[in-house]
């Protein structure tokens, strides 16, 4: 089955930039989403179709993609972007299966 | 503003069935596929299927994990879709979480509800 690949974790300090990556074979035809979840809260949204951000989402939140890999890049990470981030995407299948990464854990402190 | 709100949750024994809703509100249900996606404690995220509109046939697509287990429907009369889960394993244990698709047909989470968990124990 389909699988994307994230690092476990990944910490920085507040206002340093902190990158995550996430790789999966069918994402130079597929688009990568990006999701962040708080403590005890649900998924949002934070970038979509690769690159672009939903309204009301910080500037400092961006993405991209070549070839396997997508990133989630936070420019300046504040204490309160701490959270879990999932990429996610679909198969190849033409069905639209999706998938998510197993979600990285970012630290800033 | 989207409103989205589980329900049907709770404790049941493996090998049973249990039905979750979820009620939709502010926008044109409809017009939109709805999926569902759950977490196991302390795990990640899981997608676990979607239901496309009826102008795209309402067809459904499920994660290996639960087809043949796990059934989704849509009400759209009542805006209302639907996780039918029979056979329940212990390792469907999780907080499922039903999410708005931005299309008709398919594609990507833009709102979620906040979760209903399901714990599934002898």
């Known amino acids: 089955s389909y699988e994307l690949t994230q690092p476990p974790s990944v910490s920085v300090s507040p206002g340093q930039t902190a990158r995550i990556t996430c790789s999966g074979d069918a994402l130079p035809k597929k688009y990568a989403y990006w999701y962040q979840q708080k403590s005890g809260q649900a998924p949002v949204l934070v970038i979509y179709e690769d690159s672009k951000r939903p309204s009301g989402i910080p500037e400092r939140f961006s993405g991209s993609s070549s070839g396997t890999m997508a990133t989630l890049t936070i420019s300046g990470a504040q204490v309160e972007d701490e959270a879990d981030y999932y990429c996610y995407s679909t198969d190849s299948s033409g069905n639209h299966r999706g998938v998510f990464g197993g979600g990285t854990k970012l630290t800033v402190l | 503003e989207v409103q989205l709100v589980e329900s049907g949750g709770g404790l049941v024994q493996p090998g049973r069935s249990l039905r979750l809703s979820c009620t939709a509100s502010g926008f044109t249900f409809g017009d939109y596929a709805m999926s569902w996606v759950r977490q196991a404690p302390g795990k990640g995220l899981e997608w676990v299927g979607f239901?496309?509109?009826?102008?795209?046939?309402?067809?459904?697509e499920y994660a290996a994990s639960v087809k043949g287990r796990f059934t989704i429907s849509r009400d759209d009369s009542k805006s209302i879709a639907y996780l039918q889960m029979n056979s329940l394993k212990t390792e469907d244990t999780a907080v499922y979480y039903c999410?708005?698709?931005?299309?008709?047909?398919?594609?990507?989470?833009?709102?979620w509800g906040q979760g209903t968990l399901v714990t599934v124990s002898s």
């Open positions: 239901i496309r509109s009826k102008a795209y046939g309402g067809t459904t």
């Open positions: 999410t708005k698709i931005f299309g008709g047909s398919s594609g990507y989470s833009d709102y």
